[in-house]
T-cell receptor
Framework: DTAVSQTPKYLVTQMGNDKSIKCEQN?????MYWYKQDSKKFLKIMFS???????INETVPNRFSPKSPDKAHLNLHINSLELGDSAVYFC???????????FGPGTRLLVL | AQSVTQLGSHVSVSEGALVLLRCNYS??????LFWYVQYPNQGLQLLLK??????LVKGINGFEAEFKKSETSFHLTKPSAHMSDAAEYFC???????????FGAGTRLAVHP
C-alpha cells in the first residue's frame, strides 16, 4: 500500500497550458505539503494545508493554486505553464504538529 | 530565519570506507533536524531525525548523526559504505509546529569499488 501517491508520475506539456497534479495520502495525517525540486536538486516548500486549511503559502506565482478537497488529498493546479516551471514536484504529509514528513514519489514536469 | 548548509555537493568514498556528510544549521529556536535520502528518480526517504533528548541518533541502513548545539552541526556518518548507499542526501531543519522543512542543497554520495 502506497502511503503518499501522486499522479501523474511524468507530465510533458507545452508552454501556456494548464495542468494539475494530484496527491493522496492514506496515513491519516492532517497536514499535507507541496515542494518543488529544481534541476539542481534544490528543494523548496510551496504550500501546506492542515485539515483543508492553507497554513503555509510561500512566495509562489499565483499561477499555482493548491486545493484540498479533504484532508487526504492535496492537488496542485498550474495555469499558463512556463519553461521555468519544469521541475519535480513532491507531495508530503505529516501528523498535525508532527515532525516527520512522508514524501510521495514525485511528479516530473517538463514544459516545452 | 532558519537555514541549512551542506558542505560538499559531491562526496566520493570507497566501498567499506567511512561515510561523513556534513550539515550545519542556523535556527533561532530549538531545531528539529532531519536527514533524508533520495535514490535516482525516487522520492525522499527519512534516514533519521533529532527532535529532543539523546543527541546521537541512529537511523536506517546503519547511518547515525550527532546533534552538536555548540557547533550548530548535525553530521551524518556510516562506518562502512556500501555500493547501495550511492544517492543524494539532504539535511533539513524545522522548528516543529506546522513543520516547514528547510532543506540544504544536498550532497551526492558516490561509492566506488
Amino acid at each position: 500500500d502506497t502511503a503518499v501517491s501522486q499522479t501523474p508520475k511524468y507530465l510533458v506539456t507545452q508552454m501556456g497550458n494548464d495542468k494539475s497534479i494530484k496527491c493522496e495520502q492514506n496515513l491519516g495525517h492532517d497536514t499535507m505539503y507541496w515542494y518543488k525540486q529544481d534541476s539542481k536538486k534544490f528543494l523548496k516548500i510551496m504550500f501546506s494545508y492542515n485539515n483543508k486549511e492553507l497554513i503555509i503559502n510561500e512566495t509562489v506565482p499565483n499561477r499555482f493554486s493548491p486545493k484540498s478537497p479533504d484532508k487526504a488529498h492535496l492537488n496542485l493546479h498550474i495555469n499558463s505553464l512556463e519553461l521555468g516551471d519544469s521541475a519535480v514536484y513532491f507531495c508530503a504529509s505529516s501528523p498535525t504538529r508532527g515532525e516527520t514528513q512522508y514524501f510521495g514519489p514525485g511528479t516530473r514536469l517538463l514544459v516545452l | 530565519a532558519q537555514s541549512v548548509t551542506q558542505l560538499g555537493s559531491h562526496v566520493s568514498v570507497s566501498e567499506g570506507a567511512l561515510v561523513l556528510l556534513r550539515c550545519n544549521y542556523s535556527s533561532s529556536v530549538p531545531p528539529y533536524l532531519f536527514w533524508y535520502v533520495q535514490y535516482p528518480n525516487q522520492g525522499l526517504q527519512l534516514l533519521l531525525k533529532y527532535t529532543t533528548g539523546a543527541t546521537l541518533v541512529k537511523g536506517i541502513n546503519g547511518f547515525e548523526a550527532e546533534f552538536k548545539k555548540s557547533e550548530t552541526s548535525f553530521h551524518l556518518t556510516k562506518p562502512s559504505a556500501h555500493m547501495s548507499d550511492a544517492a543524494e542526501y539532504f539535511c533539513a531543519v524545522s522548528s516543529g509546529g506546522y513543520n516547514k522543512l528547510i532543506f540544504g542543497a544536498g550532497t551526492r554520495l558516490a561509492v566506488h569499488p
